[in-house]
């Protein structure tokens, strides 16, 4: 088969061992005699699976009891507005940070459903950074955060002292480093960058945040209709959940959010490393706030970039060319990521700049 390194924004790369064992179980999950695509989602099989999911995720992180954990489907972007459908009651108000195209997407959302003030914002830097120094008044019902900016390369590496709990979209480092989870009054995440495949989003719900609201929500939208149903009040997208939760078992195995924190930084770093020393590239984040998993860059001179792409391309590096609101690359270097392809993007912009400079 032909090796490719795919440096994807998402759906993105997953772990090898997780995409042999997922394929097995399309033609026989465990030696039951059916797919994984065919089993009923009532079935005991399922109810394992999606028990070991939601445990997984409880011992990832180390949520306590106050928290519940869900899978749900309509991807982060329903999570926009179930957010503020379910968390603002008529009269309060919401805190957006503004941090790129995702908050800026929440916040439209929010609009149409309540009220919100943005209190922080990159914008007039193209965002290029993470606001700091701003106040966040406690009168607020929540604080919505997008923990990386998965379009602009930049994310919190400190969080806000906030004196509300948090809303958090962190679909595109969940899972990369540990969670403080008691700073969340809710967390969500589409699972199509760093959990599995695209088909089901992760809400991570404290319970003290949910009965504040009076009006009448359709059933499908109400996170306690998922909490009461086990995340199976209708059909649940059962191979994304069977995908992730191999995604976390290999997590596990591979030693956890503190082990996998420490590769992503050491990959980030060989990256940034050549962007700080070769001035042919020019980072987009300021140093201080930039993703260890979405690194974008610009070459100094445009007119070279086209080669660049194809020469990174001839050598098997895949899904560098940037979001067109940045232009340039991206490289996104999620936990599957293994450490041997990011070095050979590293020696691959270390070697272009040499020959074209
Ligand atoms: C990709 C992405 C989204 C959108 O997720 P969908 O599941 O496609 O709705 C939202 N927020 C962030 C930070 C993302 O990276």
């Known amino acids: 088969m032909k090796q490719i390194i795919n440096f994807s924004a998402g759906p993105s790369i997953l772990p090898q061992p997780v995409f042999k064992e997922a394929s097995e179980a399309v033609l026989d999950l465990n030696g039951i005699g059916l797919s994984i695509l065919e089993i009923s989602h009532r ?51 919401a805190a957006y940070v503004d941090t790129g195209s995702w908050s800026v997407k929440a916040i439209k959302e929010a609009k149409i459903l309540g009220q919100v003030d943005v209190i922080a914002s990159a914008k007039e830097s193209n965002y290029t950074n993470i606001p700091k ?24 590496q400190e969080w806000p002292d906030s004196p509300i709990p948090m809303v958090c979209d962190m679909s595109s480092d969940i899972f990369s480093k540990p969670i403080e989870a008691s700073r969340f009054g809710l967390i969500y995440a589409g699972a199509q960058k760093n959990l599995g495949p695209a088909g089901v989003t992760l809400v991570i719900v404290r319970k003290d945040m949910l009965g504040k609201i009076n009006r009448e929500l359709p059933t499908m939208l109400k996170y306690q209709t998922h909490i009461d149903g086990g995340s199976m009040y ?13 995604t976390m078992r290999w997590l ?10 420490k ?74 990521m293994p450490e041997s392809g990011v070095k050979t993007l590293a020696e691959l912009m270390k070697s272009f700049a040499l020959t074209h400079a």
């Open 234 to 246: 209708n059909t649940p997208p059962v191979f994304p959940i069977y995908v992730s939760m191999l």
């Open 43 to 93: 079935s005991p099989q399922f109810m394992e699976i999606m028990d070991e999911a939601n445990a997984l995720v409880r011992e990832l992180i180390g949520l306590t009891d106050d928290y519940e954990v869900l899978f749900l489907t309509g991807g982060a972007s329903t999570q926009f507005f179930m957010t503020v459908m379910n968390l603002l009651p008529d009269g309060k108000k």
């Open 263 to 336: 590769v992503n930084e050491r990959k980030a770093k060989l990256l940034y490393d050549v962007i700080d020393e070769i001035p042919f590239y020019l980072g987009h984040s300021v140093p201080e706030d930039r993703s260890r998993m979405n690194v974008t860059f610009n070459l100094a001179d445009d007119a070279r970039s086209k080669d660049f792409l194809s020469y990174c391309e001839e050598a098997g590096c895949s899904g560098l060319k940037g979001h067109k609101s940045v232009g340039g690359f991206r490289a996104s270097i999620y936990n599957a």
């Open 133 to 156: 120094g701003y106040t966040i008044d406690p009168g607020y019902e929540f604080l919505h955060t997008t923990s990386n900016n998965t379009i602009f390369g930049t994310q919190f």
């Open 252 to 261: 596990k195995e591979n030693g956890g959010l503190e082990t996998i924190q």
